[in-house]
């Protein structure tokens, strides 16, 4: 049984890299991925990273490890080169006397920063000390890389239902369909096989998006566990309208269409207030943005993961039970 | 090898049926024609036995497998090549049977052997979105003999193909019916049917009309006449004589005997002529 969903899976995949409508769905969620890395790549500067040179006492690199990243360098040519790169790295060294604080020029207002942060460190035994404080506003991450990684997840799960669509749509045009029904593969064999590029696809995705975003070290698990659960609802979708649809821009436009809750789900999620959120416990893309919201951010549970990952399936249940005749029905 | 009893088939799940009250056998190692006009329940039929369509009302087994419920086991014993070509475009030759034998839990033949046998191993390793149609049809026949079939279903073999590849179908046709196998032929070319099948059945408007071989239905429904052409005073003569009347008989002897014959033949009457003698209709 196994060998047979392979064989079905891999004429797929053999099939996917031959087909360019195929290779633009695997390829295009990765340049959205890049182009989100491209706008969020500012975010970086909300820490006060420092690079140092050998004048600069360990007590004060110690103290400046509270803000953000530091790095020690071995001479006045190296710290100067590495404030050159492209990262915002501002440099600090000991003349004997006070600090000096070297950047690129286009920090804004870091330098200040941490001249204040200095200022506060060489400060402290003073009777009335300068005080520094950083606060934030309770973002860890901007608005756009937070809720743009989780928004891309939840897409690219929907993009393993179109590459089955556009699979099964050209199984029907080809009539290929035919002759795989009388053939020893069984309805559940085939129906696994072209499911597997269903989940395949949006893991390879999502690993490859997070990964580009650079999210650090966040738990894949659960992101490989909210991401199949939503992939489910997608392969189900993928399946009815691959056989409800005849040609291709049929079933791209069906497919179109799927984007719409997908993006409803997400949107409200993000804008509607706490009392209005129960508008939304219908669509298993809410239940799977949460998840992965909460895995961005490092809040994620398990008991919560299972609980929101039970909703989908439980959701994804009732869809398969009012759309398993149909489906039936279209692959005979 | 295919036992049918009473079957019944309505598209529509009423009244209107496809196929009705359709009863036949077809024993093992025969060629069984089944023969009809576009629409007459051929293919309706054809679905039914290759468990493409379900049984409504009836009986049906073939090699032994109850079509109500098929197993997907049977399909490693039976083979269905379709009218209309249908292989994977973006695929070579050779990667669509390599594929389709993979699915079988029986030994296989090899994809070039079959290739060779059909004349496309030149162009084995092409895609198959680039052959022409008489290429596709020609792959899509043999990937049905992939698993050397017991019953195997043939669904309009040699339409729209050119005569010489029409005649290379013919022929492996024939081979596999030497080496014993069971064949199931639809068509509406009698010429085919004449040719290849041991008996045919005459289907029209979903009801099986007839079932003879071709040559008993010839000497039943053919006309017994000799058509001879002569030649007498510098020119050439023509005469239509039964050869079942002694007069018609004597004059055919004397023109034999005293006439320089230029032609003559037998009036044998074609499955077509019969088909329209027996159904009323013609086979368009």
């Known amino acids: 049984m196994f060998s047979k969903i392979m064989r079905v899976a891999g004429i797929d995949i053999k099939i996917g890299f031959r087909e360019t409508t195929i290779l633009y769905i695997l390829i295009f969620p990765l340049i959205l991925a890049f182009i989100l890395k491209a706008l969020t790549a500012s975010n970086d500067i909300i820490s006060l990273n420092a690079v140092i040179d050998p004048s600069v006492p360990s007590q004060m690199e110690e ?33 004997g006397e006070s600090y000096t604080i070297v950047q690129q020029g286009n920090e804004e207002d870091l330098g200040e920063v941490l001249e204040f942060v200095i200022n506060s460190m060489e400060t402290r035994n003073l009777d009335i000390p300068a005080e520094v404080r950083i606060s934030d506003v309770g973002w860890t991450l901007s608005p756009m890389k937070q809720y743009g990684g989780s928004l891309l997840v939840i897409f690219m799960s929907v993009m393993g239902g179109m590459v089955i669509v556009l699979n099964l749509i050209e199984e029907k045009t080809s009539n290929t369909l035919a002759a795989m029904n009388v053939s020893p593969v069984t309805r559940k064999e085939y129906v696994m096989g072209k499911s597997f590029i269903g989940f395949v696809v949006p893991i390879f995705h999502v690993i490859a998006t ?90 994620a549970t398990w008991g919560g993961i299972i609980v929101n990952t039970g909703i989908i399936l439980g959701l994804t249940g009732i869809v ?8 039936r029905e279209g692959l005979n | 090898m295919i036992n049918v009893e009473k079957l019944y088939y309505s598209y529509t799940k009423d009244n209107i049926f496809a196929v009705k009250d359709l009863s036949f056998q077809v024993k093992e190692g025969e060629v069984f024609g089944f023969l009809g006009p576009s629409g007459a329940g ?8 290759t468990g493409l369509l379900p049984m409504q009302q009836g009986k049906a087994d073939v090699a032994g ?46 994809s070039l052997e079959l290739l060779k046998l059909a004349g496309l191993d030149h162009v084995a390793d092409k895609k198959a979105g680039t052959f022409s149609k008489g290429m596709k049809h020609r792959l899509t026949f043999i990937r049905s003999m992939i698993n050397n079939p017991e019953v195997w279903f043939l669904d309009e073999p040699t339409t729209g193909l050119d005569p010489a590849i029409a005649s290379q179908i013919k022929d492996i046709i024939k081979d596999r019916h030497k080496e014993g196998r069971t064949i199931f032929l639809t068509t509406h070319n009698m010429f085919i049917a004449d040719e290849l099948c041991d008996r ?26 000799v058509d001879v052409e002569y030649r007498l005073d510098e020119s050439t003569k023509k005469e239509t004589l039964s050869i079942v009347k002694e007069e018609d008989r004597h004059r055919l002897n004397e023109i034999i005997n005293t006439r320089e014959i230029e032609l003559m033949h037998t009036k044998e009457a074609t499955l077509e002529e019969i088909f329209i003698k027996v159904t009323g209709r013609g086979l368009v």
Request: aromatic letters at 14%; hydrophobic letters at 45%; proline letters at 3%.
């Open chain 1, 210 to 299: 997070l990964l580009i975003l650079d999210y650090g070290d966040i738990d894949i698990l659960k992101v490989i566990v909210v991401t199949l659960s939503i992939a489910v609802i997608s392969v189900l979708i993928g399946f009815l309208i691959g056989v409800t649809n005849d040609d291709m821009m049929g079933g791209i436009a069906s497919m179109k269409a799927v984007f719409m809750p997908v993006l409803a789900s997400v949107f409200g999620a993000i804008f509607l207030s706490a009392k209005w959120q129960f508008l939304l416990y219908w669509s298993p893309f809410y239940w799977a943005f949460k998840s992965m919201d909460a895995i961005i951010l490092k809040q």
């Open chain 1, 63 to 95: 103290y400046l490890e509270q803000y953000g990243k530091v790095e020690r360098v071995d001479s006045r040519e190296d710290m100067d080169e590495r404030v050159t790169k492209t990262d915002d790295y501002l440099g600090v060294f000991w003349n």
């Open chain 2, 65 to 110: 497998f109850d079509m109500k419920k098929p197993p997907r086991e049977m399909f490693n014993r039976i083979g269905v090549s379709f009218e209309q070509s249908n292989v994977y475009e973006k695929l070579t030759a050779r990667e669509n049977l390599d594929f389709y034998k993979k699915l079988f839990d029986v030994p296989t033949l090899d």
């Open chain 1, 320 to 327: 398969f039970l009012l759309l398993n005749k149909r489906i």
């Open chain 2, 42 to 49: 051929k293919s309706t039929t054809q679905g039914i036995l």
């Open chain 2, 200 to 225: 045919v059945g005459f289907i029209i408007d979903g009801v099986l009309k007839l079932i003879d071989s071709p040559r008993n239905l010839k000497l039943q429904y053919g006309e017994k006449f």
